[in-house]
């Protein structure tokens, strides 16, 4: 008779004695000759130690390893106990191990229960004067004390067991205080910043209190280190600063944010991670979205200010001044205003105000060309004098061009959408000048001019002159330049000629199999392809991947591997401490998933994939693999573009003996069968 279903054959091990073999239903304490069995209890023996509950301990399979060890309870309680010693080194022996044991949340529950947060932050606010007085003799034991201190605080904090409203003033001031020092120990710097960013995230309240204690001014200098872990956690509490600041604010502590300050991070020599890429993205979108306000505000044409600005450009342009009011008469005023509005490209000659009354981009438009003739006025008269001297039906008209440039530009960046959880899509190039913006426009309007000309447009043209700009733009964006003088040079390489090349070839490309025998072709290819592309999938699931797990703060310090079985079954994952050289061997993954349990893939958010991070590809492969291991269609990008490339391929290889032969449109007719089969040899 086979064993019941629920009862698992399992190893467990206790310091001190042989590992015994036996079902999970038996009381371990009994076979040790342990007494009282309610002091004891079980722990998957790996690196993470996680306490067997009620909860998860139908997760345990046949053959894994346990570790009998002393209760939640006991363990939170001899912990208490033990970092409250007089002994500095049996002090750090305990704060190490609560460090370890915080990280299971049932350990975690207990430790509060003792009101063991109280005490971790007592000893923050008060112990670390007594420590300091011993810094100068035992360094390396104070640094490692308050860095194991703080790491089961945050441990502790990840598990929002306990809000983050109860700490003190005093604890805050503690935490910033450690930011603010000029040398400090490394650990104790990166935790002190984590928990600053939780406080800001967590609270509106503690954000105003974190804010006084930190200004933007004192976190800029961890950024020009080499440590990019401290320089990822400095960007995440700045972004996290501006992310809750009132709105009035915002403006002002991101205005003071000289983002060439970050150049040390663009420029350095390692490879930035997925972590730092995300909070320089962010950083990105806050920047750009504090051009929202602008973008979404009307011209009022009765506010003098604003006109004056129009007057400004005018005056830049074609070097006059203001003539007073009592200087000639109103309609020849009138009439050279309107003039010299002509000339300069607005739509409305008359009253160039209404022209930036709609939104977008608003006020965000006039913003940029008074930036363009202020500081680029040569390139700016030269582009407004060059237009107004052509023939009217091939001027490039400036202002209406600037108008429709920058809200492009807004949609090209997405100014006003707040960041997304898992992208990475930053661009080194806008870190290296405090008014990228503007300078991205005054670079692009120069593009749109050199186009109008390469493009011999006329009015009639404005749209296609718009949309060429556009894929300029664009295809420059992706190379990634390092610098808008790298980005201009791009562009230099994207003339019009160029574009209609690119053009050409992706057109030939798509009408040389547009041809119905092709398309028959096509579709009967098709399916081979895409069962091609999902073996791949599979054996890319059967390699395995390694994920990094997101806490709360969306730290990355762990680990996580899944793959699938050989056979297409099962899903084996687990947990890791460190990334893996090469795949993980099935026996090592102590979690299993049949795939027949599996019901549906879900994303986006929905989905818990926040959990944990990974590439754009490794996102598709694995979501394309899932849904084929389900019988389900494969949607994801990675696949249509895999499926265009390789059947393009396929399809000029099968093609290729066919080159500059006419493919009929119909096949051939079928002939009347012969009169006689006389020519017919027999072999016979």
Known sequence: MPPPADIVKVAIEWPGAFPKLMEIDQVCASVWSLGSPENFALQIADATNFYITEKNRSDIKNGSILRLTTSPYQTAVQLHERIQSSSMDAKLEALKDLANASRDITFAQEFINLDGISLLTQMVESGTERYQKLQKI????????????????????????????????????????????????????????????????????????????????????????????????????????????????????????????????????????????????????????????????????????????????????????????????????????????????????????????QIPPGMLALDNMLYFARHHQDAYIRIVLENSSREDKHECPFGRSSIELTKMLCEILKVGELPSENCHDFHPMFFTHDRAFEEFFCICIQLLNKTWKEMRATSEDFNKVMQVVREQIMRALTAKPNSLDQFKSRLQNLSYTEILKIRQSERMNQEDFQSRPILELREKIQPEIMELIKQQRLNRLCEGTCFRKISSRRRQDKFWYCRLSPNHKVLHYGDLEESPQGEVPHDSLQDKLPVADIKAVITGKDSCAHTCTCTCACYCVWTDGLNALLGKEMTSEYTKSDMDTLLSMEMKLRLLDLENIQIPEAPPPIPKEPSNYDFVYDCN
């Open 138 to 357: 035992m360094k390396p034991c104070f640094g490692d004390l308050l860095s194991f201190t703080l790491t089961a605080f945050v441990e502790l904090m990840d598990h929002s067991i306990v809000s983050w409203d109860t700490f003190s003033v005093a604890f805050i001031k503690k935490i910033a205080s450690f930011v603010n020092k000029t040398a400090m120990d490394t650990a104790v710097l990166q935790r002190s910043l984590a928990i600053l960013e939780s406080m800001v995230l967590n609270s509106q309240d503690l954000y105003h209190k974190v804010a006084q204690e930190i200004t933007i001014g004192q976190l800029i200098p961890h950024l020009q280190g080499t440590d990019q872990d401290i320089q990822t956690y400095t960007i995440a509490v700045i972004n996290a600063l501006f992310l809750k600041a009132p709105e009035e604010k915002r403006q002002v502590r991101l205005r003071c944010t000289h983002t060439h300050k970050y150049t040390n991070v663009i420029r350095s020599n390692t490879p930035i991670n997925d972590e730092m890429a995300h909070q320089l993205y962010v950083l990105q979108v806050l920047n750009f979205n504090l051009l929202e306000d602008r973008m979404m505000t009307k011209m009022d044409p009765q506010d003098q200010a604003q006109r004056d600005i129009i007057f400004e450009l005018r005056r830049i342009a074609f070097d006059v001044e203001l003539e007073p009011n009592n200087s000639g008469s109103i309609e020849k005023r009138k009439s050279m205003y309107t003039r010299d509005y002509k000339k300069l490209g607005f739509i409305n000659h008359v009253n160039p105000a209404v022209d930036f009354t």
